[in-house]
Every structure is written in structure tokens, then in C-alpha cells.
Nanobody, 122 residues
Framework: QVQLVESGGGLVEAGGSLRLACAAS????????MGWFRQAPGKDREFVAG???????DYADSVKGRFTVSRDNAKSTAYLQMNSLKPEDTAVYFC????????????????WGQGTQVTVSS
């Protein structure tokens, strides 16, 4: 029943921007925290940014000032606006959902999307 679908990934030059979207269905979206994670080849999945059910946000130090996470409860969609992209941002980006409280550990999230590839060229 629960489905998370990421979109918006692609190839972009360093310094460019992308906006990722995560469309959710099958859950009461407004009561869930939404997290964004990324995984590069050979690397662990890492927390990027997230937003709790009240709109509070958290960011990894590596993306602060460049990325912005938001949500539109009317559309059951979370977003990740990525600006000033760097080659080291290249990864598969996943959205995830868990009830209410935003945490940063992947194992604490109940639901996951399929991922979308972001490639930043130098």
C-alpha cells in the first residue's frame, strides 16, 4: 500500500541545480517525517536532509547552505532543492518516511523509495 516515488534526478554540471521530488501514497503523509539519503558506489547510505511532521528540518553538514528540504502536505510530496552542486554530491538519492520524528539513521525509517540517480560533472 505504501509507496514512495522519487523523481527529478539527472546529469548536471558542477554549480548547477536540481530539484528532487518524493511522491507518497498509502500513508497519512502529514504525520510522517521525510528524510533524504544518498548512496555513492562503494559507500554507505548517508543522511542528507529531512523534515519532520511539523516542518522542522535537519541537514548534513556537507549540504548546509546548498540544499533545502520542504514538503507540500496537500500534494503528499517532499522535495529536495539542490543548489551549487558538487561532483561529490553524485549518488543515488532515496527518500524515506517514518512516523512524526525526524531521525538520521537509515534503519529507523519504515518506508523507502526506489532511488533516483544524481550525477554532477566537473
Amino acid at each position: 500500500q505504501v509507496q514512495l516515488v522519487e523523481s527529478g534526478g539527472g546529469l548536471v554540471e558542477a554549480g548547477g541545480s536540481l530539484r528532487l521530488a518524493c511522491a507518497a501514497s498509502g500513508l497519512t503523509f502529514s504525520t510522517y517525517a521525510m528524510g533524504w539519503f544518498r548512496q555513492a558506489p562503494g559507500k554507505d547510505r548517508e543522511f542528507v536532509a529531512g523534515i519532520n511532521w511539523r516542518g522542522g528540518t535537519d541537514y548534513a553538514d556537507s549540504v548546509k547552505g546548498r540544499f533545502t528540504v520542504s514538503r507540500d502536505n496537500a500534494k503528499s510530496t517532499a522535495y529536495l532543492q539542490m543548489n551549487s552542486l558538487k561532483p561529490e554530491d553524485t549518488a543515488v538519492y532515496f527518500c524515506a518516511a517514518r512516523p512524526t520524528v525526524l531521525l538520521t539513521t537509515p534503519s529507523h525509517f519504515n518506508y523507502w523509495g526506489q532511488g533516483t540517480q544524481v550525477t554532477v560533472s566537473s
